[in-house]
């Protein structure tokens, strides 16, 4: 199923599969039902847009991090990267979608 058809839900669970539970990309195809190719340029898209959001939802959880601090990182990494509000919009998006459980 192409990109633009599936749902940002279920994309947002393979990449969670993928980053978080470290998952292979033959794995999350079967568990999630979606081809293995698919799987693979939806990850690879992500690392493309330089932003892992699993990683920084898991650094949010640790003391003493902000999201101030984790948009610094960011933008030495990307140097023009997003503005802090933009950072801060997408990540609260993200963490909305967070489901345990796959969008069937």
């Given at each position: 199923?192409?990109?633009?058809?599936?749902?940002?839900?279920?994309?947002?669970?393979?990449?969670?599969?993928?980053?978080?539970?470290?998952?292979?990309?033959?794995?999350?195809?079967?568990?999630?039902?979606?081809?293995?190719?698919?799987?693979?340029?939806?990850?690879?898209?992500?690392?493309?847009?330089?932003l892992d959001w699993p990683h920084i939802h898991a650094e949010m959880k640790r003391r003493g991090v902000t999201m101030s601090l984790l948009w610094q990182e960011y933008r030495i990494e990307h140097g023009k990267?997003?503005?802090?509000?933009?950072?801060?919009?997408?990540?609260?998006?993200?963490?909305?979608?967070?489901?345990?459980?796959?969008?069937?």
């Open positions: 199923m192409p990109a633009e058809r599936m749902s940002m839900k279920k994309i947002r669970y393979v990449l969670r599969l993928t980053f978080e539970l470290g998952m292979s990309r033959r794995q999350v195809a079967a568990a999630t039902g979606i081809g293995r190719t698919a799987v693979t340029d939806y990850v690879q898209r992500a690392g493309a847009s330089g990267g997003y503005p802090y509000s933009w950072f801060c919009e997408r990540y609260r998006a993200w963490k909305q979608g967070v489901s345990p459980v796959p969008d069937t």
